[in-house]
């Protein structure tokens, strides 16, 4: 499978527990960016990579959120204690030009 | 002043008839405009991209891009109960740091 990967699928956590979420683009994407969607919403933004450099972050995303992109390659987002708030889907996608590819998502569930 | 509007709809069109979403974006630097269609439960899947104004076909769907109006559209043609679905419209500023979406047409096509 070449398309946009992402680990896990689902995630059940504690409320104050931390989390951390992989994503793997296509091949050669210098791009990835961070999303996360609730339900009857729209994609909300949150990070964007070009190759390993940080360029972009929205300013919505609390203190307790972190990304990273080591080597340009895989990437991982992090929420440090949760909040029930926290709960949604948190897509990744990758792009090399024009056209962004979204992975499966990563479904949080914050109990 | 939301960056991309969409109608939330539902829109419901019976089997075989024509679909036409809607879509404004508010930043006149956008050069790039994309369709995406969500499944529930789902992640969104890329369908049309448009860079010019005027139509761009592709098999049952043709994409409308008017940038002086600031309006994007998509028809669908011959719609199927597969097409139920929710569409949601992307523009990224120039500079791809991250796109802007809309919150979603949710389709119903009837048998």
């Known amino acids: 499978d070449t398309g946009v990967s992402q680990d896990p699928r689902h995630k059940i956590t504690k409320r104050g527990q931390n989390v951390t979420f992989r994503c793997d683009p296509i091949s050669e994407h210098n791009r990835l960016y961070w999303y996360r969607q609730t339900l009857g919403q729209g994609p909300e933004f949150l990070t964007y990579?070009?190759?390993?450099?940080?360029?972009?972050k929205s300013r919505l995303l609390s203190d307790r959120f972190s990304a990273e992109r080591p080597k340009g390659s895989f990437s991982t987002l992090e929420i440090q204690r949760t909040e029930q708030g926290d709960s949604a889907m948190y897509l990744c996608?990758?792009?090399?030009?024009?056209?962004?590819?979204f992975g499966q998502g990563t479904r949080l569930t914050v109990v | 002043q939301k960056e991309v509007e969409q109608n939330s709809g539902p829109l419901s069109v019976p089997e075989g008839a024509i679909a036409s979403l809607n879509c404004t974006y508010s930043d006149r630097g956008s050069q790039s405009f994309f369709w995406y269609r969500q499944y529930s439960g789902k992640s969104p899947e890329l369908i049309m991209s448009?860079?010019?104004?005027g139509d761009k076909e592709d098999g049952r769907f043709t994409a409308q891009l008017n940038k002086a109006s600031q309006y994007v559209s998509l028809l669908i043609r011959d719609s199927q109960p597969s097409d139920s679905a929710t569409y949601l419209c992307?523009?990224?500023?120039?500079?791809?740091?991250?796109?802007?979406f809309g919150s979603g047409t949710k389709l119903n096509v009837k048998p």
């Open positions: 992307a523009a990224p500023p120039p500079n791809f740091n991250k796109f802007y």
């Open positions: 990579f070009q190759n390993e450099a940080q360029l972009e």
């Open positions: 996608a990758s792009s090399l030009g024009i056209e962004a590819f």
């Open positions: 448009i860079y010019s104004n």
